[in-house]
């Protein structure tokens, strides 16, 4: 993990909603993984805390992250520049592909609205051969980004575009047509969405992988300030930045 000062390589927008920030970095390029999140303190002066973003994909030295314009922080990065600079400090947290051995043969990637964000660099490193179905859901069509993604199945809550109901509906639907032998999910979107998807999952007995999001300051285990509490194992309480983002949906007590 490094902190460095990056150059903005370009901006995408990827939906009237959702921008594509692209970086550069030597660093992140060679040693972020799936999954991995970095820390961007968007401005010298403010907002002091850095902001987390999960790492949306690397294409040669070429970092990108996806975010919508929620409040102080990411109204601020939408306003830089290509040429600007950003600071960054990663890659941070663990990573998917940690959680993919022999002991399942269907991956279901679900991404729910800006939650779709680790999912293309997923699909980008995930093993040749290993079967893949990928999910994305959202309040409506604004909020889907289908970039990097490979032949999506999308839900929208307002039926504008897909499937009309939510990416669990959907998923439902889908595996009682066509049931896959050993799933295991891999989601990343609103707790509550990850709640259900976590519910279901144990329901058809299948094994359930969430990145977890929650307020984050240091994003590197010295703060303390983002414990999660533990359904099993031997600690009471994790951090989310440091022992996750991504844990066993079992193993956690969700929000
Ligand atoms: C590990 C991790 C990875 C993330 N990856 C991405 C990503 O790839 N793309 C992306 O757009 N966002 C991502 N987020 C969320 C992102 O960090 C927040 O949206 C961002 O910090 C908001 O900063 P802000 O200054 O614009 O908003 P603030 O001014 O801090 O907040 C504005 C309003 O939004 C609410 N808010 C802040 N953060 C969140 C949140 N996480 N969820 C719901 N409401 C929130 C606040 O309570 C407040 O009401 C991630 C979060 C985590 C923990
Ligand atoms: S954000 Fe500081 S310990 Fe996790």
Do not use: W
């Not at 409506?140 to 307002?158: E, F, M, S, Y």
């Amino acid at each position: 993990m490094k902190q460095e000062l990056v150059p903005i390589h370009s901006f995408q927008q990827l939906t009237p909603e959702i921008l594509e920030l692209t970086f550069i970095s030597d660093h992140l390029a060679a040693t972020a993984q799936p999954g991995q999140f970095i820390n961007i303190r968007v401005d010298n002066s403010f907002p002091l805390l850095r902001r987390p973003f999960s790492i949306f994909n690397i294409e040669g030295n070429k970092v990108s992250i996806i975010f919508n314009v929620i409040g102080t922080g990411t109204k601020v990065l939408a306003r830089k520049r290509t040429g600007d600079t950003i600071d960054v400090l990663g890659p941070c947290g663990n990573h998917f592909l940690s959680f993919v051995d022999d002991s399942f043969d269907t991956a279901l990637f679900i991404g729910g609205g800006i939650g779709v964000a680790p999912f293309p660099f997923l699909t980008s490193r995930y093993p040749a051969g290993k079967k893949v179905l990928t999910y994305v859901g959202g309040r409506q069509k604004d909020l889907i980004v289908q970039k990097g993604l490979r032949d999506p199945r999308i839900a929208t809550d307002d039926g504008s575009l897909g499937f009309s109901g939510t990416v669990l509906d959907l998923i439902k639907r889908d595996l009682a047509a066509s049931p896959v032998s050993r799933p295991r999910f891999f989601v990343c979107g609103p707790t509550r969405m990850m709640k259900a998807v976590a519910e279901y999952a144990k329901e058809i007995g299948a094994s359930c992988y969430a990145s977890l999001e929650c307020d984050m300051a240091c994003g590197i285990g010295l703060c303390q300030g983002c414990n999660i509490e533990m359904a099993a194992g031997d600690k009471k309480y994790r951090l989310v930045c440091k022992d996750g983002t991504i844990f066993e949906t079992q193993s956690v007590k969700l929000p």
